[in-house]
């Protein structure tokens, strides 16, 4: 963030991504002024800008709210960059946050259009000295708004849980639009408040070695719900959960065919205590005589008393769309965001849960056809006859589409949670590098990659146990000062020198992940969560 004079305003100006805004004195906390600006959100706001650029080249021009307008950067940003391919309204209901956007959209020599009421009453300002585009700025509260108008795009960003207006997302947003949300209420989402998380989202949680992901499951539940009572189902393009928020974009797919495909996703996880191994509740309303049997560990039979709890409910579909982080990924290298773009990366490898580190960053817009979840689907090329008019129902073809996009998940899904690799390790043992350990999951015929949401996870199809025979085989014993804490009895099928070949390809395999990852986000944003293993590594 730089900082620039101030044009005849007493009023301090950051930049970000060539946008000028005005903040007034403590800008940085929400209790304290009105136009809350928070300069560590700026990846979420590079991610969002990602997703409604992508869009953008799917049909000309889209509609997009910013509902929570506060100084109205994200707004500005995307008229600035987008310009004639996006119409932005920016909304707020505090006049004073108002007045502060009409500022900064004449600081960015954009024209404002003015509506403060409820109805058609608009009054233009401006006289647009060197630039065309117009923001329409709202005084109004974002439920009302968003009950009036219909968009291709909203974003939703409350201090606090957005939960309160899904409903009114979800009412008249356009057919395949997208609904974005950010969500910051992270004591009750990472099981620090468990009360307010049954209280908001009504599921039941605990703290458990996977809880950032278990935080995005349970706000796509809620937007499923929130969809369903609209008749819409939902696709998930986008889930991400880091340190300050939980970001999560969705597709919408209209019709009770896609709403009910969606509800059905929504499912109870069952969680052991003791080895923190997890799997989701069977599908169907019978009642299990034992329901322990579920699950694949056998610590029910070993240990006295209860030992599992039953989470959610959740989303237990797919976090990720491969094709869309692809093309967001693109639009990153476009616009020079350079915090997204490591991320975008890692996501990529998330969502096809591979260790592979070579994709093309090719323009995707190219080709006639973009794959997304294994299936084709029609770019920009050939997509002006599938995107009807605003207001009217889509074709059967498009139906037909939808479904198969939808169907088609169950096949390419990427496995569910991730184990975190410090958490299971043997007492008494060195375990190998975790690239290569993923090798060597790999090898063992499992799908695996790392996870944005742990920088010391796991994400593979690999059950607990097997997971935990292949870290034991390929960990060397401890010494300390030269001696042996002790005998250590390893699998018989060790080999001495995998021990040794593990040992000496450490650095290697550091090197090589610093060098994938420059800006250093999978190592730097989770350092807080694990500084004594980030810090060894």
């Given at each position: 963030f730089l900082l620039v004079p101030a044009p005849k305003s007493s009023h301090e100006v950051l930049k970000e991504s060539a946008t000028d805004v005005q903040v007034l004195p403590n800008y940085s906390t929400p209790q304290k002024t009105d136009s809350y600006f928070n300069p560590k959100m700026k990846l979420n706001r590079q991610l969002i800008f990602c997703a409604l650029a992508v869009l953008a080249e799917e049909r000309k021009p889209i509609e997009c709210l910013d509902a929570f307008g506060a100084t109205g950067i994200m707004g500005l940003q995307w008229a600035k960059h987008l310009r004639s391919s996006v119409k932005v309204t920016i909304n707020d209901c505090n006049e004073n946050s108002v007045t502060m956007i009409q500022e900064n959209c004449h600081l960015n020599k954009m024209k404002v259009k003015l509506n403060i009421k409820e109805d058609d009453n608009d009054e233009a300002m401006g006289d647009g000295e060197e630039n065309t585009d117009t923001i329409e700025v709202t005084k109004m509260d974002a439920n009302v708004i968003m009950h009036l108008r219909s968009f291709d795009f909203i974003h939703l960003d409350p201090f606090g849980t957005s939960v309160n207006y899904l409903d009114s997302a979800f009412r008249n947003v356009r057919n395949l639009g997208i609904v974005s949300l950010t969500s910051t209420d992270i004591s009750s989402l990472y099981a620090k408040a468990q009360h307010v998380a049954l209280r908001h989202?009504?599921?039941?949680?605990?703290?458990?070695?996977?809880?950032?992901?278990?935080?995005?499951?349970?706000?796509?539940?809620?937007?499923?719900?929130?969809?369903?009572?609209?008749?819409?189902?939902?696709?998930?393009l986008l889930a991400v959960a880091l340190e300050h928020f939980v970001l999560v974009v969705v597709r919408v797919l209209r019709g009770p065919s896609p709403a009910d495909d969606s509800a059905k996703k929504i499912r109870y996880l069952i969680h052991c205590q003791w080895c923190e191994e997890r799997i989701f509740q069977k599908e169907g309303n019978m009642v299990e005589e034992n329901p322990y049997q579920q699950l694949p560990c056998d610590c029910h039979g070993s240990?006295?008393?209860?030992?599992?709890?039953?989470?959610?409910?959740?989303?237990?579909?797919?976090?990720?769309?491969?094709?869309?982080?692809?093309?967001?990924?693109?639009?990153?290298?476009?616009?020079?965001?350079?915090?997204?773009?490591?991320?975008?990366?890692?996501?990529?490898?998330?969502?096809?849960?591979?260790?592979?580190?070579?994709?093309?960053?090719?323009?995707?817009?190219?080709?006639?056809?973009?794959?997304?979840?294994?299936?084709?689907?029609?770019?920009?090329?050939?997509?002006?006859?599938?995107?009807?008019?605003?207001?009217?129902?889509?074709?059967?073809?498009?139906?037909?589409?939808?479904?198969?996009?939808?169907?088609?998940?169950?096949?390419?899904?990427?496995?569910?949670?991730?184990?975190?690799?410090?958490?299971?390790?043997?007492?008494?043992?060195?375990?190998?590098?975790?690239?290569?350990?993923?090798?060597?999951?790999?090898?063992?015929?499992?799908?695996?990659?790392?996870?944005?949401?742990?920088?010391?996870?796991?994400?593979t199809n690999a059950p607990l146990a097997q997971f935990k025979t292949i870290l034991m085989k390929y960990s060397t014993p401890t010494y300390t000062g030269g001696q042996a804490e002790g005998p250590v009895h390893l699998a018989e099928d060790v080999q001495a020198g995998e021990q040794v070949q593990a040992a000496a390809d450490g650095k290697a395999e550091d090197a090589e992940f610093l060098e994938d990852d420059k800006s250093g986000v999978a190592a730097t944003t989770f350092a807080k969560d694990y500084p004594t293993q980030c810090a060894a590594d």
């Open positions: 989202y009504g599921c039941n949680i605990v703290r458990t070695e996977y809880y950032k992901e278990l935080a995005a499951r349970i706000v796509i539940a809620a937007v499923t719900r929130a969809a369903a009572r609209c008749n819409k189902g939902i696709e998930v240990m006295p008393g209860k030992t599992a709890v039953v989470l959610g409910p959740l989303w237990s579909g797919a976090l990720f769309n491969t094709g869309f982080l692809k093309r967001m990924l693109f639009e990153a290298l476009q616009y020079g965001l350079d915090e997204a773009q490591p991320l975008l990366k890692t996501l990529v490898y998330e969502a096809e849960c591979t260790t592979l580190k070579h994709f093309s960053t090719h323009s995707p817009y190219d080709e006639n056809k973009q794959e997304e979840c294994g299936v084709y689907i029609k770019t920009p090329n050939t997509s002006a006859e599938s995107y009807l008019l605003h207001g009217k129902r889509k074709s059967d073809e498009v139906i037909r589409n939808a479904a198969k996009r939808q169907k088609s998940e169950n096949s390419a899904e990427h496995p569910a949670f991730y184990y975190n690799i410090h958490r299971h390790s043997i007492k008494g043992m060195n375990m190998p590098k975790l690239n290569k350990f993923l090798k060597y999951l790999s090898k063992a015929g499992y799908r695996v990659s790392r996870t944005h949401f742990d920088p010391m996870g796991v994400r």
